[in-house]
């Protein structure tokens, strides 16, 4: 008898022995910490949960998960789990801490974007979250960068988004330590996957493998419209396969390649797929080590895109000469859309700024943000009037108001103009004399959350005798300061 009962010892810390190996399966907790029967064991297999489980609040789940595995919970969570948005970034929470958030959200139905950011997570909270999301059927946004991933954790997640067994639209995977092993398995999933809309990969350890890999999951996906691979290594031939995957992609609206040494081939690569890409909107190669003969050949694709807005080419060696093609790739373009280049560490001289001025005139909406102007470099800058001076002084000539003002403009009445409308029409107006600096200015200063939205619907009840500007710049001014 003895040494049977020897041998169920023996056999019984085998048992335990093997489940601490691997994470344990995702399963609620018996009951809430009041009416918990004897044990610790979080995993019971239960037939029937949604009935078991019925009277039992996510708050309770989670402090009763929290009991069982002697994790501290996090007031801010269950104070929030009625509302669609928690924030727990940077709350130490670790492998164990995520797995109570995550037995307690199987079944919440109000959460729909949840940041996890920098908490420790590692491969095993990825786990414990993909098992989560499998079951969950409000979360939509999902932040857990920064939490030390690594590969066992990007399958976790790519197997996830292989099945589309969640409702994800959007999810950030930053500094994940993500290398080319993770990227075979994310661009495998994402190849299929029909939910996911906002992709953050930024800040890993993708090279020119990983760019390859993820240039055929663009050819395939017909989902993502925001993609971030911004901090990586894809360099050259990692950019040439990004290019090939965006010619036949008709989904990707916003791309982020910045930081990637990407160079001037990067630069032809993506110049030759804007000449058949009808979808994307907004690239940002800044930081790229693209020098003039790259800006030309990228200007190539933009000589004839028609749907490009918005490039961001900062940081680059660049000189005017490169600027000058930019531009002027705009000017030849008739079906151009741009809206903004952003050159802003180049140096230019008189010739630039009087082509911008020329093709500003055809294209009132573009905005070219560039560094200082060859000549006019003195410890005095040149003086721009305040936007808003001048506004406030037309204003009380004629007894108006700003809302009255920016009513004129406003051809759709809904007392919000995108931004790209409120530029054109500024420039066009002749009410009051304003310069490129000023408009730009004036768009900071009225849409300084940068929404894309200049929103005035809150000056309408101002009446004349108020002054409306006047408080506001006042405002801003000390903001400024």
């Given amino acids: 008898m003895e040494n049977e009962s020897e041998k169920d010892t023996a056999d019984q810390n085998e048992e335990v022995s093997d489940t601490s190996e691997t994470p344990e399966p995702l399963s609620p907790p018996e009951a809430p910490a009041e009416k918990a029967t004897q044990g610790s064991d979080i995993d019971l297999e239960v037939k029937d949960p ?24 996090v007031s801010h969570f269950t104070q929030n789990l009625a509302k669609p948005y928690i924030n727990l970034n940077h709350h130490g929470l670790g492998p164990k801490g995520v797995k109570a958030i995550a037995i ?6 109000t959460v729909t974007h949840l940041e996890l ?4 997570i590692l491969a095993e909270g990825a786990i414990y979250m993909a098992e989560m999301l499998r079951e969950n059927c409000s979360l939509q946004e999902l932040n857990i960068s920064n939490n030390h991933l690594g590969t066992e954790g990007a399958e976790a997640i790519a197997s996830l988004l292989l099945d589309n067994a969640s409702y994800l639209y959007a999810l950030q995977l930053s500094g994940n330590n993500f290398g080319e092993e993770a990227a075979s398995c994310l661009a495998e999933a994402l190849m299929g996957n029909y939910q996911v809309k906002k992709l953050d990969l930024s800040h890993n350890e993708f090279s020119e493998k990983g760019g390859q890999l993820l240039g055929q999951m663009l050819a395939n996906n017909t989902a993502l419209e925001i993609l971030d691979l911004s901090w990586n290594h894809l360099k050259r031939k990692g950019t040439v396969a990004l290019g090939t ?39 940002d190669i800044s930081n790229n080590q693209i020098n003039n003969e790259g800006a030309k050949k990228l200007c190539r694709g933009l000589e004839v895109n028609g749907k490009l807005e918005v490039l ?43 082509l ?26 040149k003086q721009h009037p305040s936007p808003m001076k001048l506004i406030q002084k037309y204003l009380k000539e004629h007894n108006l108001r700003l809302w009255d003002f920016f009513q004129k403009i406003d051809k759709d009445g809904n007392m919000k103009i995108p ?59 000390k903001e400024d300061k």
């Fill in 50 to 73: 949604g009935r078991a489980f019925a009277g039992v609040t996510g708050a309770e789940l989670y402090l009763e998960a929290c009991r069982l595995m002697e994790v501290v919970p």
């Fill in 245 to 283: 995957g965006l010619r036949g992609n008709g989904a990707l609206k916003i791309l982020n390649l910045s930081w990637n040494s990407i160079g001037n081939e990067g630069a032809q690569a993506l110049g030759e797929a804007l000449k058949v890409n009808s979808t994307l909107v907004h690239l």
């Fill in 419 to 477: 931004v790209t409308a409120f530029r054109r029409a500024m420039i066009q107006q002749s009410s009051i004399p304003l310069d490129r600096v000023q408009i730009r200015e004036l768009v900071r200063q009225l849409d300084r959350n940068q929404t894309g939205i200049v929103d005035y619907s809150h000056l309408k009840e101002q009446k004349p005798a108020q002054n409306p500007v006047e408080g506001k710049m006042k405002e801003e001014e």
């Fill in 117 to 120: 950011e920098d908490n420790g």
């Fill in 104 to 109: 307690a959200l199987v079944s919440n139905a």
């Fill in 312 to 354: 961001k080419m900062a940081n680059n060696p660049l000189t005017v000469e490169g600027a000058t093609a930019l531009v002027t790739s705009v000017r030849k373009n008739p079906n151009s859309m741009m809206e903004e280049i952003n050159i802003s560490n180049v140096l230019v001289n008189e010739n630039f700024i009087k």
């Fill in 356 to 381: 911008l001025d020329f093709v500003c005139q055809i294209r009132p909406e573009l905005d070219v943000i560039y560094g200082e102007v060859e000549g006019r470099i003195s410890k005095i800058p």
